[in-house]
């Protein structure tokens, strides 16, 4: 019997088994870490973990996407106010993406993350029939902003580089509109 996701248990393992896979991304990267060692770091069951995640990838891409999903379905004052949250959400999580988007994780987690920044965009862009590169150069522009400013251990506040990254989107988005 599945339990709800706001059970105290659900969520007690779902975080050691997402600081398990920090910690161990830290240690040995990624791509060289098992089920088994995130589990008995988690000190939690294999069958517990099956019966929250598939695998370690979809471990640390529902991050993100509990991350987003909120983001996406509330309405703060402005657009600019929804990067602030996205930014101040990188921070909190911030050994996580640090680990996720290092060299040592490799590159898929900055490609996901690319592709769903870029399909968000693609939904809020007017006009945009699908061929455009613009959600593309935005999903970049974004990710690329996470890891400056996480290897950089975020010189400026989350509301500075949410700022920082909006102009930069505004301009491509600005640019996209003047040839069209």
Same mark, same amino acid.
């Given at each position: ?23 161990? &991304? ?6 060289? &870490? ?14 517990? @973990? ?13 991050? @993100? ?21 996205? @930014? ?93």
């Amino acid at each position: 019997m599945s339990r709800p996701e706001g059970d105290l248990r659900v969520r007690r393992t779902r975080r050691l088994l997402r600081d398990a896979l920090v910690e161990l &991304i830290d240690e040995r990267g990624f791509e060289r &870490i098992t089920v088994g060692e995130i589990t008995a770091r988690a000190m939690v069951s294999r069958a517990a @973990f099956y019966r929250n995640y598939k695998d370690k990838y979809h471990l640390a891409e529902q991050v @993100f996407d509990d991350a987003l999903g909120p983001l996406m379905d509330t309405a703060p004052e402005t657009r600019d106010d929804r990067w602030v949250a996205f @930014f101040d959400h990188i921070a909190t999580y911030e050994r996580l993406y640090k680990a996720l988007l290092s060299r040592k994780a490799g590159s898929w987690f900055a490609d996901k993350m690319r592709a769903k920044l870029a399909s968000l965009s693609s939904g809020h862009l007017t006009g945009n029939d699908g061929n455009s590169l613009t959600p593309t150069i935005l999903g970049a522009i974004a990710v690329q902003s996470i890891t400056w400013w996480l290897t950089h251990d975020r010189p400026c506040s989350a509301a500075e580089i949410a700022d920082h990254t909006a102009r930069l989107m505004r301009a491509v988005i600005e640019s996209e509109l003047e040839h069209r």
